[in-house]
């Protein structure tokens, strides 16, 4: 089965790897709870020193990490038994949304935490619906995320406490908020297996067809500056995800890096815009985290762990 085609089982299909290479995960214990009570010690002393969150599975099973920009000094956030990842950073920096799963059926909330390891959250406790891929608006007023039903993926929005949820597509994952908060880039399909990209506004109105291909177009992101929007482009092979770079209106792309197996699970922007931080399988299917910096194309492996690295979330 391709990995990440399933919006709703993206983070867990990353401890499936796992499990495949003999080691512990917590996803098959339907009956852990998600977003236990916040504990009142932190476990990050200073966080602003850390922009980058990810999802590692260094402590058995898959957590959010906190790691400096050049990957220096990774510490753990979350200590939960599920699998924690799709992080988002709040506009101040001060918290982050993120994805808690048990199991791929039903079981998947969206949580919120402080950066340095307080006031962990369940924002939506929905048992028969999986929720995904949360994004904070600019303005911090609301939240965009995806749920995964059965077959339907939707497309929902919320404000920032968890309440008043509205869906604003009927077809849609991996959604990404213009800088002015105006529009949401995601992708979707018409009617096949394939994703084209798309755009709507805040309240669900004007979809419009962004960029289709020959190749599913998926998990865009949008830069920092408004200029450019990031996505993963699939190709025939279960290797063969790359990170592409286009105008925000549209027009022609072109591939940011070049390396051997996939690369994907949201590309990340830094806040100059000038850099992209996604997760690398290699041909080994190990999970790291790389930047590719746009102007050079060099490339530069953030994490080098013999655990599954995966799903970086930029501080802006």
């Known amino acids: 089965m391709r990995r990440a085609r399933r919006i709703g089982i993206a983070l867990t299909a990353a401890a499936i790897v796992v499990c495949g290479s003999g080691c512990s995960t917590a996803t098959d214990a339907a009956s852990a709870q998600l977003c236990d009570e916040p504990s009142s010690t932190p476990t990050v002393e ?17 957590d959010l990490w906190l790691m400096g920009a050049d990957g220096t000094d990774p510490v753990q956030l979350t200590t939960a038994d599920g699998v924690e990842g799709m992080a988002s950073w709040s506009p101040d920096g001060t918290q982050l949304l993120f994805l808690s799963a048990v199991d791929t059926e039903s079981n998947g909330d969206v949580c919120v935490i402080n950066a340095d390891g307080t006031g962990l959250k369940n924002l939506t406790s929905t048992p028969d619906v999986y929720e995904t891929t949360p994004s904070w608006s600019p303005d911090g007023s609301e939240i965009v995320y995806g749920t995964w039903k059965g077959k339907a993926h939707e497309l929902h ?9 509205h869906r604003i597509t009927s077809n849609g994952n991996w959604p990404s908020w213009s800088p002015d908060g105006e529009l949401i880039v995601f992708s979707a399909s018409r009617g096949s297996s394939a994703q084209d990209l798309w755009t709507v506004n805040r309240d669900g109105s004007d979809k419009a067809l962004l960029a289709d291909g020959d190749s599913e177009l998926t998990e865009p992101a949008w830069s920092p500056d408004g200029r450019t929007i990031a996505y993963v482009s699939v190709g025939s092979e279960e290797t063969e995800e790359d990170i592409f770079i286009m105008p925000a209106g549209g027009g022609s792309d072109r591939r940011v890096a070049a390396l051997p197996g996939n690369d994907h699970w949201p590309p990340a922007w830094s806040p100059d815009s000038m850099q992209l931080a996604f997760t690398a399988d290699g041909t080994d299917l190990v999970g790291e985290i790389v930047v590719v910096d746009l102007r050079t194309r060099e490339t530069t492996n953030l994490t080098n762990h013999e655990s599954h690295d995966a799903f970086p979330a930029w501080r802006q």
């Not at 200073?46 to 590692?56: G, K, V, Y």
């Open 46 to 62: 200073d966080p602003s020193t850390r922009p980058l969150a990810f999802s590692s599975n260094r402590a058995d099973s898959f």
């Open 157 to 165: 929005v919320m404000d920032s406490t968890g309440k008043r949820s």
